[in-house]
Structure formats: C-alpha cells, structure tokens
C-alpha cells in the first residue's frame, strides 16, 4: 500500500481513540480537520481566511506565512509564521474580547466561550502535570486562575499569554531544541506571573 503523499490523505488513514466527552488528550490532528473543514466549506485557503478574515483587520505591518506540506497543503495545527509585534496585535486583540481598530473582528461571543474553558476534571487525563488545573478548549489553553489567563502554544516553547486582570499580552518567539512546549511551561509561568503581579503592584 502507498504512504500518504499529503496531509489530507494522511488524515483519512487515522481511525478513531478514545469517545467522545471523555477524558482529555491533546491531539493535534484535530485541528488539522478543523482546517480541511474550514477550507472545503468556504472554497478558501486557510492562508486566504486568516488574512480576509483577522490580518488584515488587525492592522499588521506584515505579511504572515503557513506551512505547507510537499504537494502545498496548507497546514491549519502549526506553521504560522509571523512578526513578535503583528502577534502582539493579535493577542491584544483577544484580550480586548475580540475587538481591536474599532472594529469587532472576533465576535465577542466566541471570545467568551474560549475563555470559559472546559473541565480541567477531564484535563488530568492527559497526564499533563505540570499544568495542573488547566483544561483547553476550542484550540486554547485556560489557566483557571485568578487572572483568567488564557494562552496559545506552539511548538520549540512559542507562546501567547493573555492576562485580562493585568492588562497584560505576552509574546515568546522561542527556538527550544525540544518541540513539546511542557519542557518550558512551568518556568514560562513563573516569568508571566510575576510579570503580571509587577503590573498591578504599578
């Protein structure tokens, strides 16, 4: 039998695990499909939906760029590729619920459900120790504290932190030898929480 030559075929090779509801696992296949969906629904490229629909309406100063696999499928679950300030601007965005350059770019809606969070009950299944009380959900990472921080992870330790409470975003463009991002998360935290407390001690 051949190899799946791109990444579509790839999917359609993988069989299901686990139900649905239950336990946590991070699966980064899952948004992979969200991103087929969201392409053969609209008839556009991932690339041409994000920028339609959030780049350029953040005001960025430059261009982003995806990544594609060997035949030039775009990848939805990792590979954007992008200035620390122009991702900045998103992440202030979603701080401010969605809106940003006066207008609403994220309903306010969606931003809401994201910050909700799951159950971070289920979360423990995942064995993920080291972010004890988080759970995620629709493709975000929820603290659960005090702060109701919220954050984007990507692979070799990037990382959008939103602190609501402090007024604070944070950008880490990283080059972390080791892909997993739980190599670095409790020593990211550390520097983000006292950030933070230095904010509202001003």
Do not use: C, Y
């Given at each position: 039998m051949?190899?799946?030559?791109?990444?579509?075929d790839f999917l359609k090779t993988l069989k299901k695990e686990g139900e649905h509801g239950g336990g946590f696992q991070y699966k980064t296949v899952d948004t992979?499909?969200?991103?087929?969906?969201?392409?053969?629904?609209?008839?556009k490229s991932y690339a041409t939906l994000l920028s339609e629909r959030i780049w350029s309406r953040i005001g960025a100063q430059e261009d982003a760029y995806v990544w594609v696999d060997g035949?030039?499928?775009?990848?939805?679950s990792t590979g954007v590729n992008t200035s620390l300030r122009d991702l900045a601007r998103f992440g202030e965005m979603m701080r401010l619920?969605?809106?940003?350059?006066?207008?609403q770019v994220v309903p306010a809606p969606v931003v809401a459900e994201i910050r909700k969070g799951a159950d971070p009950e289920k979360f423990k299944a995942a064995g993920m120790t080291m972010r004890s009380g988080y759970s995620y959900h629709?493709?975000?990472?929820?603290?659960?504290?005090?702060?109701?921080?919220?954050?984007?992870?990507?692979?070799?330790?990037?990382h959008i932190h939103i602190n609501p409470a402090a007024e604070l975003v944070v950008i880490k463009l990283s080059s972390h030898p080791i892909g997993n991002t739980a190599f670095t998360h409790t020593l990211d935290r550390r520097a983000f929480?006292?950030?933070?407390?230095?904010?509202?001690?001003?």
């Open positions: 051949r190899a799946p030559r791109t990444v579509t992979e499909v969200i991103g087929w969906l969201l392409q053969r629904v609209t008839g035949t030039g499928t775009q990848l939805a619920g969605g809106r940003f350059n006066g207008q629709n493709q975000w990472w929820m603290a659960h504290d005090a702060d109701g921080s919220f954050e984007a992870k990507g692979l070799n330790g990037q929480t006292a950030i933070g407390s230095s904010l509202r001690g001003r």
